[in-house]
């Protein structure tokens, strides 16, 4: 075999002068004489890491569902018995004992049981949340007929329309079990119906429409606008984002939830004072716990009723019933860090 001739290429000198001025092997790795060796170690770092990643996401998916169950739950049916015991003590007019403290809101409560049975606690429960969801319901209709978010104008005009479904709630949650009979489930549908239409007072203390849509408009705005408020502040502060964090998230927003309930407490208690009068309503006497008592009034507003309150039974007149506030949030509060601690565990485990 013939052996080739390189004589045309040129020397290496020439070759070298060529390319390598030019830069064109400038990029080239150096030359290794031995195989560099691969830490395994080094491989596995990256699969673990994205592993764990994937389990933690998992983790938190799974407490975000439980917690916000967990909520949901305390905040419309667990917690219901607490509710009712506030409202009594907010429309009870003349009584000894105002239930400003835990103390003596449990053994109310274990009277109650005793006398009427646990359906005495748990009244007003169906209605409560037929109304809710009838609020919710006309909030989300009136933002989509105006074309905007769900503001402050959606809300106001949702709780005027849903007033009187309100008024007829309320009666169902502060009336005695012994002296009435149990309402049917869209019983407070029609009671509203028929509120609603009322447009006069004559010849009764049954408060019109406009008298009583205008407080629970406010009542409705304000309390959104300083849970907000809160809110807002209290992600600020703790520098979490609201979706970050479920559990964080859910306990900042009980707190706005919390601080707004406080502040409008007395405000709360004249709206109840007023959506009770001239309906000829029998309530449990708070004082006892197994005698009845009638709701009489004659307020002309929410301003005559503010200052009668404050003159015939003093400012603390207004927080009737706080105790029974104070231990709602706070055994929410204990469900939901106990929901968390009891997920995590069955996680782990």
């Avoid at 020439?14 to 990029?27: A, I, Q």
């Avoid at 049975?117 to 319901?137: D, E, F, P, Q, R």
């Avoid at 106001?156 to 008024?167: K, Q, T």
């Avoid at 979490?240 to 405000?267: E, H, M, R, V």
Wanted: one cysteine or more; hydrophobic letters at 40%.
């Amino acid at each position: 075999m013939d052996n080739p001739d390189y004589s045309s290429l040129g020397s290496y000198a020439d070759f070298g002068d060529s390319h390598f001025e030019n830069g064109s092997f400038d990029r080239l790795p150096p030359y290794q004489s031995t195989p560099r060796r691969v830490n395994l170690v080094d491989l596995r770092k990256p699969r673990s890491r994205s592993f764990a990643s994937g389990n933690n996401d998992h983790e938190e998916r799974i407490t975000s569902y439980v917690i916000n169950v967990v909520d949901l739950l305390s905040e419309h049916v667990i917690f219901h018995p607490l509710v009712v015991i506030r409202r009594q003590c907010q429309v009870t007019r003349f009584s000894n004992r105002y239930h400003l403290t835990p103390l003596t809101v449990i053994p109310l409560l274990y009277r109650l049981r005793s006398t009427q049975g646990s359906g005495a606690l748990w009244k007003g429960l169906t209605s409560n949340l037929i109304v809710k969801g009838l609020y919710l319901s006309c909030q989300s209709f009136i933002a989509g007929a105006f074309g905007t978010e769900e503001n402050l104008i959606c809300r106001g005009l949702a709780s005027i329309l849903a007033s009187p479904f309100l008024c007829s709630n309320s009666i169902e949650i502060v009336q005695s079990s012994i002296a009435s009979e149990t309402p049917g489930v869209f019983d407070c549908l029609k009671e509203g119906l028929t509120r609603l239409t009322h447009w006069n007072s004559n010849g009764t203390r049954l408060l019109t429409f406009w008298s009583l849509c205008i407080p629970t408009a406010g009542y409705f705005i304000l309390h959104y606008q300083i849970s907000s408020n809160v809110t807002g502040l209290c992600f600020a502060l703790s520098r979490t984002k609201q979706d970050s964090d479920s559990y964080k998230a859910t306990i900042i927003k009980l707190i706005g939830n919390l601080t707004a309930d406080i502040i409008l407490y007395p405000l709360d208690t004249v709206i109840q004072r007023l959506y009770l009068q001239g309906t000829r309503t029998i309530i449990d006497n708070i004082d006892t716990g197994n005698t009845v008592l009638p709701v009489i009034s004659a307020y002309e507003g929410a301003r005559e009723c503010f200052q009668t309150i404050v003159k015939e039974e003093t400012t603390l007149g207004l927080y009737k019933g706080f105790g029974a506030l104070v231990l709602q949030y706070s055994l929410h509060f204990m469900f939901l860090n106990l929901a968390r601690s009891i997920c995590r565990k069955i996680i782990a485990s």
